[in-house]
T-cell receptor, first 111, second 112 residues
Framework: DAMVIQNPRYQVTQFGKPVTLSCSQT?????MYWYQQKSSQAPKLLFH???????NEADTPDNFQSRRPNTSFCFLDIRSPGLGDAAMYLC??????????FGPGTRLTVL | GDSVTQMEGPVTLSEEAFLTINCTYT??????LFWYVQYPGEGLQLLLK?????DKGSNKGFEATYRKETTSFHLEKGSVQVSDSAVYFC???????????FGPGTRLSVLP
């Protein structure tokens, strides 16, 4: 089945230690998104790639970066995680700017 | 800017009860409307959608009708099951799929 895959499902890192979250897709969608979701809140869009074009949301902290080496893969890099960055990180994809398909998420814990 | 308002939860129902989760929106133009469901520990799954006024989206016994005159997209199900326990998000995109705006979510608990 075509899908959006996120690895790992659970990630633990230390305060200030860089961490990378991974997303891959078999849907061949050209748009990929990263969302941050904190407990009992709606997902918050961090940025998205439209093909190779990177689109950052205005209020996304500089601590968050992203890479998309090819159509199938997209990475979220958190350069210096703080306690406030503990959250569920959701990857989503879409064909053009159509409906979005979400992965299962990676739950990040910062110690 | 565009926004989505949902009824506050949590909503607790007994199995086989009727469910309504209210959703209203503010947007310029003619947005597409979506309901997503999030089961514990998982990502969001598209439940249903409607792309123009008076469209009815339906899936797995859930329904919602795009009401332009009341700017609403209320989610309904005639008989809920324990397995429907989840968080439900109403969302819109001002241009189809672009600039998704999510509501705050409504947690539903269905008791046997």
């Amino acid at each position: 089945d075509a899908m959006v895959i996120q690895n790992p499902r659970y990630q633990v890192t230390q305060f200030g230690k860089p961490v990378t979250l991974s997303c891959s897709q078999t849907l061949n969608h050209n748009v990929m998104y990263w969302y941050q979701q904190k407990s009992s809140q709606a997902p918050k869009l961090l940025f998205h790639y439209y093909d190779k074009d990177f689109n950052n949301e205005a209020d996304t902290p500089d601590n968050f970066q992203s890479r998309r080496p090819n159509t199938s893969f997209c990475f979220l890099d958190i350069r210096s995680p703080g306690l406030g960055d503990a959250a569920m990180y959701l990857c989503a994809t879409s064909r053009e700017l159509g409906e979005q398909f979400f992965g299962p998420g990676t739950r990040l814990t910062v110690l | 800017g565009d926004s989505v308002t949902q009824m506050e939860g949590p909503v607790t129902l007994s199995e086989e009860a009727f469910l309504t989760i209210n959703c209203t929106y503010t947007a310029t133009g003619y947005p597409s409307l979506f309901w997503y469901v999030q089961y514990p520990g998982e990502g969001l799954q598209l439940l249903l959608k409607a792309t123009k006024a008076d469209d009815k989206g339906s899936n797995k016994g859930f329904e919602a009708t795009y009401r332009k005159e009341t700017t609403s997209f209320h989610l309904e199900k005639g008989s809920v099951q324990v397995s429907d326990s989840a968080v439900y998000f109403c969302a819109l995109s001002a241009t189809y799929g672009q600039n998704f705006v999510f509501g705050p979510g409504t947690r539903l608990s269905v008791l046997p």
